[in-house]
């Protein structure tokens, strides 16, 4: 193997390995910084040793063990087992005063409860949000601050500097590494989903620039997600956020042209959905139908949002889709999560049930909505509307509104296209 042929499958190996390491290595030294650190060092050694020696059998078992190496050597060298004794003694299980810690063992138990407290520990409500997404993206995704940055546009110093205050804030604030329990698991949990499901969605439909997706980012959305769903099986939310991204993944090649225009829902091929991906959604669907029904309690926002999707997916065309149950599950979603995007997708779903009529009347209701003030989606659906009203001029008038209104060149261009073709010819 050459030389980049070795460097690139260390690359490789290292993006998959990350997270375990860094989720090993955090528990046991209780600072996420450090531990990126121990685990970039790993990666250090691996690249000067692999060259020579060829890639081991088992990649990120070596990986671990020359991090974990590392860890031990800093923590003597900078007399971290001093200092820290009280805690570490919790986790390492220290007998004396002067007893060395098994460091090893604290570093082999179950890798999946760490991932799950680096999750939290990343999506801690301590940060803000955008400081989340990225930490979550370098932390559990793998991602480097340069790919963060062009995934969200955003200038690579402005992410580096999000992720190294997000770090320094959960050393300050003493952020425990650690699964909450009781009432705290469920705040934190909507934490790690919201991030999750921000990652998917400006993948899905991209804020601004010119593309209308980026799905390298859908694609680390639904790992996190299902990541998590594995390590939580009894949360009905997480398997309603995993069906919602799998559902709503599956229709990513059929939402641009070959040329990257955007394609509209009921304007797509459906021969291009992905059944796989309908499939493992539905299933995830299933299950977080079951943990409700198991707890007696109604289904959430992503599994109502996720079963929504599944309308649409059931359907062969547009005109088989079952809009009388979506008009209902928005009512549902609507009682739980009041919101005025959740009306204005019900008007459109009451439009596709009792013509335009109906769904503009809800539209013009949401006209004033401070919350809605500056979404381009709002005249963009009443532009829709109004066209198939025949209300022409107007129609027109919302769609320049709704193209001024976005950030996004492709779908810009798309808003101007509807509003040119309102024009009437003489």
Known sequence: MTATA????????????QAKLIA????????????????????????????RAGIPDKPGAWLMAAAKHRAIDRLRRKKLIERKHDELGRDLEIEGEGAEPDLDAALDDD???????????????VLATEARV???LRLIGGLTTDEIARAFLVAEPTVAQRIVRAKRTLGEKQVPFEVPRGAELGQRLASVLEVIYLIFNEGYSATAGDDWMRPQLCEEALRLGRILAALAPSEAEVH??????????????????????PILLLDQNRARWDQLLIRRGLAALAQAEAQAKKIDEPL???ALQAAIAACHARARTGEETDWARIVGLYGKLSEITPSPIVELNRAVALAMLFGPAAG???VDALSNEPALKAYHLLPSVRGDLLCKLGRLEEAR?????????????????LLLARAAACTRTP
């Not at 999750?119 to 801690?124: D, K, L, P, S, V």
């Not at 309603?240 to 225009?261: C, P």
């Open 6 to 17: 070795t460097h690139q499958a260390i690359d490789a190996v290292f993006r998959i390995e």
């Open 24 to 51: 090993g290595l955090a528990r046991m030294v209780r600072d996420v910084g450090l531990a990126e650190e121990l685990a970039q060092d790993a990666l250090v050694t691996a690249l000067e040793q692999w060259p």
């Open 111 to 125: 890798i999946g409860d760490d991932l799950l407290r680096l999750m939290f520990t990343a999506c801690h409500p």
């Open 134 to 136: 990225a930490l979550t």
């Open 240 to 261: 309603g956020l995993v069906a919602l991204m799998e559902i709503q993944a599956s229709r990513l090649k059929a939402r641009a042209s070959s040329s990257g225009e």
């Open 300 to 302: 959430g926002p992503y």
């Open 360 to 362: 503009l009347e809800v």
């Open 397 to 413: 008038t919302e769609f320049e509104r709704a193209a001024a209104q976005t950030r996004n060149e492709r779908e810009r261009n």
